[in-house]
């Protein structure tokens, strides 16, 4: 948004702003925030931060280092929901070195720096871009809670098919169970509210391809936007879950990204676009090859199909995401590449012919995940495949131009799955992970502290005991 501080304190006088807001990214992907009076913004801020402890945040402590965030400028944006006029700003983490600061290796801002630094050092390419697709369910209401004496959780929208019995305040016109693929009104009671984000999204410089009602009935909703270089899709990300989430809290509902917030309907996903640039010129074409992809897409596919078991420990970092990967919900589970067939976790979208857009979605994905980690991570384990010239079809990855899910048995035995944990994904990233370290791009010790923490989720969800066992057990 500003190129100086002076353009900065300009917009600031012109359009009444009183505070200055820091967002700051932590371990696990979750926006928070530090705040200023718009007065003791000053250049000293731009050049030497502000202090903060980064072990509050799920980063492995630096030893006898300081830790400051020191702000971005041109990521600058006026945040409409602070009831206070506020300027809002994101930005990198660094540690107070001699003789210089150095920029906080487990930052995840500074992971995607140094990723794109790499794929930019092989001289491979220097740009990767993606598309993100944001699927989340927005809910009326919501409460849940766990306790060693009982644990629940109750979602409604009003739309959704259980409310058809409603005696009060009931007009009809629900979403059917799974029927909700861009319904139209009056079912379609979130029309309105993803105009309206669309509206915020585009002000924030977030250019929006389309919105429309998901497969689920329950108030699920896709907003796909328009690809862009990683480090921006990145943060535009964050910028998007945050204006998700507030508007909807401005309306008295509440978003959700939970890729399996309700049992039997469809779950959340983030489908992620790709392809590569070398001075402007697209490196995924090739009019001859297979749905047209030149050999340097198909090893970049080769790489991420290759890895993928332990990519879902970054793209699928939840217990909730391995709810979503199973059959007969348009989510993959088998590990294999295919044209326009949505039961393969990587898709080449038919659609997209031309040089410029010729490219594929990776389908596993879901909005659990850093999105910092998980796009740096994708694009390091496509750059093994390049550099080590990963052939997918020798590696048995396909192309599988069929229903997956309708394969026989014994044929679904022969190809490789999914993950169906969480805990599975992380053995996976623990013996499969040198290719995220190259160059530094992951420090081994962040890799350590991801799993230990997802270690600690998993075992307490294990845990824990759940209604469905009383349903299933109780009187044995």
Not at 87 to 96: C, N, Q, R
Request: aromatic letters at 12%; charged letters at 25%.
């Amino acid at each position: 948004m500003f190129d100086t501080l002076e353009q900065a304190k300009r917009f600031c006088d012109e359009n009444d702003i009183k505070m200055v807001d820091f967002m700051m990214v932590d371990l696990d992907g979750r926006w928070r925030h530090l705040t200023i009076p718009v007065e003791r913004f000053t250049e000293d801020t731009l050049q030497n931060g502000i202090g903060f402890d980064g072990s509050n945040y799920g980063f492995a402590p630096i030893e006898k280092s300081d830790m400051v965030f020191v702000p971005d400028l041109a990521s600058a944006y006026f945040d409409g929901f602070e009831e206070v006029p506020t300027l809002g700003m994101i930005g990198d983490v660094y540690v107070i070195g001699l003789p210089e600061n150095h920029r906080f290796d487990q930052y995840p801002r500074n992971v995607v720096k140094r990723a794109e630094d790499y794929m930019k050092g092989l001289g491979l390419a220097d740009e990767f871009r993606i598309g993100p697709e944001y699927e989340f369910h927005v809910f009326d209401h919501v409460d849940f809670e766990v306790k060693p004496e009982g644990s629940r959780y109750c979602v409604d929208t009003e739309q959704a098919e259980w409310n058809t019995g409603n005696r009060a305040d009931n007009l009809g016109y629900k979403v059917p169970h799974k029927g909700g693929y861009h319904s139209a009104l009056p079912q379609d009671r979130l029309s309105g509210f993803r105009s309206r984000l669309t509206m915020l999204m585009e002000k924030q410089g977030i250019a929006v391809k389309y919105h429309h009602h998901e497969v689920g009935g329950p108030g699920q909703i896709e907003i796909e936007v328009e690809m862009g270089p990683l480090l921006e899709m990145a943060d535009k990300t964050m910028m998007t879950k945050h204006l998700v989430k507030n508007l909807a809290f401005a309306e008295n509902r509440s978003a959700t990204f939970m890729p399996k917030p309700i049992y039997a309907e469809a779950g959340n996903g983030m489908h992620v676009h790709m392809h590569l640039f070398k001075d402007g010129q697209p490196l995924f074409y090739d009019e001859d090859g297979y749905a047209q992809l030149s050999d340097t897409a198909l090893h970049f596919l080769g790489g991420i199909l290759t890895h993928i078991r332990a990519l879902c420990a970054l793209t699928n970092p939840s217990t909730n995401s391995y709810k979503r990967l199973v059959p007969g919900y348009e989510a993959p589970v088998t590990i294999g590449y295919a044209t326009s067939n949505r039961s393969s976790v990587i898709r080449i979208p038919a659609y997209a012919k031309s040089p410029l857009s010729k490219r594929y979605e990776l389908r596993n994905p879901d909005a659990t995940c850093n999105p910092y980690y998980a796009f740096a991570a994708i694009l390091m384990a496509g750059l093994d495949g390049i550099e080590k010239k990963i052939d997918p079809v020798k590696e048995g990855f396909g192309p599988y131009d069929t229903n997956l899910y309708d394969l026989p048995p014994e044929e679904q035995a022969r190809i490789q799955q999914l993950p169906r944990s969480l805990d599975e994904a992380l053995d996976a990233l623990e013996a499969d992970h040198e290719f995220l370290t190259k160059g530094g791009v992951f420090p081994e010790k962040l890799i350590e502290i991801w799993v230990e923490r997802r270690r600690q989720e998993a075992a307490r969800y294990n845990q824990l005991p759940h209604p469905a066992e009383f349903e299933l057990y109780y009187d044995l």
